[in-house]
């Protein structure tokens, strides 16, 4: 696996910023959840 080929790389690091995003909502949504709990 050659990650300097675009065609390669390109989808890892759509998967990659995909993945993140993701994760930075969940931990948005239980941030807010538990401030509404307090």
């Known amino acids: 696996?050659?990650?300097s080929?675009?065609?390669v790389?390109?989808?890892i690091a759509v998967?990659?910023?995909v993945s993140l995003?993701?994760?930075i909502f969940i931990?948005?949504?239980v941030l807010d959840k538990?401030?509404?709990e307090e």
């Open 27 to 29: 931990v948005m949504l």
């Open 15 to 17: 998967i990659g910023m």
């Open 21 to 23: 995003a993701i994760i």
């Open 1 to 3: 696996m050659n990650l």
């Open 9 to 11: 790389g390109f989808p």
């Open 34 to 36: 538990g401030s509404d």
């Open 5 to 7: 080929d675009p065609s």
